[in-house]
């Protein structure tokens, strides 16, 4: 539930960045705005340079904690919470494969054969934030259930999309660095089967894996995602061996005992170390870094990315048509589907308390794609087709927010609840 509150007001806050990325773009102050992302930023040593712009370290760099704190939850979920259920897990995974093949498969009927049909990864991904802060808005009358079903999706989509960016969008391979990223991943198995637990270790191989990734071709944020799963989600001290600890500090009478070099300080610091092991590297990780990614790093991409001109000076109405329709009709067609099919195929099972007209309209809400669908299309255009599909995204992410909210408040009214009932 932490995640969920912590989603619901990064949401706001995402909001507020983009509206604020956007009124800056149309001001007079629109080409000091821009010109700040473009600024460069980089090291050398020696003949070695690594040079980017401002908004390149945004969307390469820190984005890669972003996915890797989706692909904790991921595992989180899958190993301790809802996505146990194999079968309500593929409910979710079945639902966010509609919601990425059938938009795609959309974007590509209307654009396959023009220079923008390379751009149908861009109308695949759900925004996680957007679509768990516009729940929030009406409270506690959206079953839980209907949250964690989105909740799972979107993050089902994320780890999609970026493998679709690693793999879709990535330049021509360099194997000697994916030898090395590939070396790097086993070191940090390695690390991790010996049973050391220094974070900053591990931050520390998995930068020299980005760098290598970064250099062979595959986008590095894939790093994030790969780590992210690689993270043990079972504590390094057991519920017993906690207990037994703590029995030990507790066994001591009122009195001196925690100062200088005795047996009782000992078994003090003994009960810290076992209270902070007690906690899966996994929920760890996602406590410290999640709300850094959340209400710094998401609104710092909204600002470097989210700014276009509302009237640009070029724009190709058939692009910002095949992103709007692949998200407002794709997205929420191609939960339903995919979910219904899986049912009815016996692969998957549906939540009890989650009807599928509440299930249908929470599927509006698929449809806001931001985060994702900006990442991938800088990736995706060039600054001719860019401005037009972001236009896209953001039309298509803002109706369906309206439209995803009006049919749950239709459903969950009064009069709405009776008429599901029966």
Not at 173 to 200: D, Q, Y
Not at 388 to 415: D, E, N
Request: aromatic share 10%.
């Amino acid at each position: 539930m932490r995640f969920l509150r912590i989603e619901a007001l990064a949401g706001a806050t995402l909001l507020c960045a983009t509206i604020f990325a956007l009124a800056l773009s149309n001001s007079p102050w629109s080409e000091a705005f821009l010109s700040i992302w473009q600024t460069p930023l980089g090291l050398r040593i020696g003949d070695l340079a690594l040079s980017r712009t401002l908004q390149h370290w945004i969307n390469d760099g820190l984005m890669t904690l972003f996915f890797f704190v989706v692909a904790l939850e991921l595992k989180r979920e899958m190993v301790l919470g809802e996505l146990r259920n194999v079968r309500l897990a593929a409910f979710s995974f079945a639902a966010a494969l509609g919601g990425m093949a059938v938009p795609a498969g959309l974007f590509l009927l209307v654009q396959g054969g023009s220079e923008a049909g390379h751009g149908w990864g861009v109308v695949m991904a759900t925004d996680t934030a957007f679509v768990i802060g516009a729940l929030a808005v009406l409270g506690p009358r959206i079953p839980l259930s209907l949250r964690l079903f989105l909740l799972s999706l979107a993050i089902f989509d994320d780890v999609g999309a970026i493998l679709v960016l690693a793999i879709g969008y990535g330049g021509a391979l360099h194997w000697p660095a994916l030898a090395l990223a590939a070396a790097g991943f086993a070191a940090v198995a390695i690390v991790a089967r010996l049973g050391i637990r220094s974070i900053p270790l591990y931050f520390l191989i998995g930068g020299g894996i980005w760098l290598a990734l970064d250099v062979s071709g595959i986008h590095p944020t894939l790093v994030g995602v790969i780590l992210g799963l690689m993270t043990p989600a079972r504590s390094w001290v057991s519920d017993i061996r906690l207990h037994a600890i703590f029995d030990r500090v507790v066994a001591y009478p009122p009195g001196e005992h925690w100062s200088g070099d005795t047996e009782g300080r000992q078994d003090l610091q003994r009960a810290g170390v076992a209270a902070r092991e007690a906690l899966s590297p996994i929920e760890r990780l996602e406590m410290r870094l999640h709300p850094w990614v959340a209400f710094a790093i998401m609104p710092l991409f909204a600002l470097a990315n989210a700014g276009v001109s509302i009237v640009p000076a070029e724009f190709h109405r058939d692009l910002a048509l095949a992103v709007f329709g692949g998200f407002v009709l794709g997205k929420p067609l191609g939960v339903v589907a995919f979910a219904s099919f899986a049912v009815f195929l016996r692969l998957a099972v549906r939540p009890a308390d989650l009807p599928w007209n509440m299930l249908a309209a929470g599927a509006m809400l698929t449809g806001i794609g931001f985060t994702m669908a900006l990442f991938i299309a800088e990736m995706a255009f060039d600054d001719g087709l860019l401005t037009s599909a972001k236009l896209g995204i953001l039309a298509a992410s803002a109706v369906s927010a309206v439209v995803g909210l009006l049919a749950l408040t239709l459903l969950t009214a009064p009069w709405g609840r009776r008429a599901s009932a029966t």
